[in-house]
């Protein structure tokens, strides 16, 4: 009997939107893929022939009521196609908003009894008078008290141990475990002036148009530079790195990927919610407009050198995913700064995970996010089983230089740590290894 959440995939997706889906905080929602192979209709059918009772509220703003009904339509159909209509039914609570209360429950000791202990007729059977205990009663706890014990080193744990097998930092990554099914790419037209600064607008992927600015060096350009910046392509051109870049007679193209400066938006829990739906993460459909940006370059300036540049800790590790992608000889170098540069720091975060493990103190409880926390889009399905951010940068032939990268505290990771993490062809460096790039 499946309470207030049986209603239609894609409705309760439109629904969310405006709701930045409560900021993505409610992760049981988020089965990765689950939308590329099933909907309510699909588990109904799972379920069938037996006994199925679909409860639904009249007013609830993430699990529409509309698509509730369909489904229960779609079960009275499919259970009379099976000759048993009566073991399908569907319960509709006008008095109660999104929850377990009583008329809910009511409906289900009614269709319990019935065909648990075959009494009645399966409708709604009245609650006693009942008095639950106080939240916090000592009959409810399930430790001694002052022997609580947080969830977190368990969890963590197990994702260690999970970690355990992964591939060493020189090896590529097993591409089915990165990428979602990859987007069918639009042909380029690039329809550039001989303006030295110009805006462009370019299409990732039907229905995604990314805004870009080109500024053309005084002469011809010896290369490309393609840029993002976590504060948007407009910071780019006080980048000192781009300015020494820019007359030293290197193009700089600034992008905007989506979620990042003018394409940024406020709904980002909704996005990755829905992109791990898709079995995806968000940071690589944003590497992946930068893949594409690659590809306008080539197209506008073939036979250029092509460089990346990434300065952020969330365009450094789209960057990431833009490399992998592009494995061939499509860029000579990349760089990226203030990134992170692997998976592990998100559990290894010496300052602020142990603050995550303190329990609620009695009376209250803490309601919002510790601060520092990695954000929710960052985070990449099967990472850290099968990949991790080194085997990405191992998927490019490109020379990669890292710069000033960061830890789990978000912190600057000490040089002697970064380069035990980095795979041979990728180097760790500063403003003067960028240089050498240049040349």
């Not at 377990?100 to 000791?109: D, F, I, P």
Request: glycine content about 8%; overall charge neutral.
């Amino acid at each position: 009997m499946p309470v207030v959440g049986t209603s239609d995939f894609l409705e309760q997706i439109q629904a969310t939107r405006s709701l930045d889906w409560y900021h993505a905080e409610e992760h049981c929602h988020f089965v990765p893929g689950l939308i590329r192979y099933a909907n309510n209709h699909e588990f109904v059918a799972i379920v069938a022939p037996r006994p199925l009772l679909i409860v639904s509220a009249s007013q609830d703003e993430s699990f529409p009521v509309a698509g509730v009904r369909r489904i229960a339509a779609y079960a009275r159909d499919l259970y009379a196609a099976y000759g048993l209509p009566a073991h399908t039914a569907y319960f509709e609570d006008s008095s109660e908003s999104h929850g377990y209360q009583q008329r809910k429950r009511e409906a289900a000791y009614g269709w319990f009894l019935k065909w648990l202990l075959h009494q009645g007729d399966g409708r709604p059977y009245p609650e006693p008078p009942t008095v639950t205990a106080d939240w916090n009663a000592p009959e409810l706890r399930c430790f001694p008290r002052g022997e609580n014990q947080p969830s977190g080193p368990g969890i963590l744990a197990a994702v260690r141990k999970l970690a355990s097998g992964l591939p060493p930092a020189g090896a590529k990554p097993d591409f089915d475990g990165v990428f979602g099914p990859l987007p069918q790419p639009a042909p380029f037209r690039p329809a550039l002036t001989s303006a030295r600064l110009q805006r462009v607008e370019f299409v990732s992927e039907p229905g995604i148009l990314l805004p870009a600015f080109l500024l053309r060096p005084a002469g011809r350009p010896r290369g490309v530079i393609l840029a993002v910046d976590d504060r948007g392509k407009e910071a780019l051109a006080a980048d000192p790195l781009l300015q020494s870049a820019l007359a030293q007679g290197w193009a700089l193209f600034g992008v905007d990927p989506r979620g990042i400066g003018e394409s940024s938006t406020a709904q980002m829990g909704w996005l990755s919610a829905v992109s791990l739906l898709l079995r995806e993460n968000f940071v690589w459909r944003q590497g992946w407009d930068l893949a594409r940006a690659v590809d306008y370059l080539r197209a506008a300036f073939p036979g250029l050198p092509l460089g990346l540049y990434a300065r952020g800790n969330n365009a450094a590790l789209a960057a990431l995913y833009a490399v992998a992608q592009r494995s061939d000889s499509s860029l000579r170098w990349y760089a990226l700064r203030g990134g992170f540069l692997t998976y592990r720091h998100f559990l290894e975060r010496p300052l602020s995970l142990e603050r995550s493990f303190v329990l609620h103190p009695e009376p209250g409880f803490r309601t919002a996010a510790y601060d520092r926390e990695i954000p929710f889009f960052y985070f990449g399905f099967d990472a850290l089983r099968t990949f991790d951010l080194p085997n990405l940068m191992a998927a490019s032939r490109a020379r990669g230089l890292v710069i000033d990268p960061i830890d789990g505290d978000w912190d600057l990771l000490p040089p002697d740590e970064a380069r035990k993490l980095l795979p041979a062809q990728v180097q760790f460096g500063n403003e003067r290894a960028f240089a050498d790039l240049l040349k």
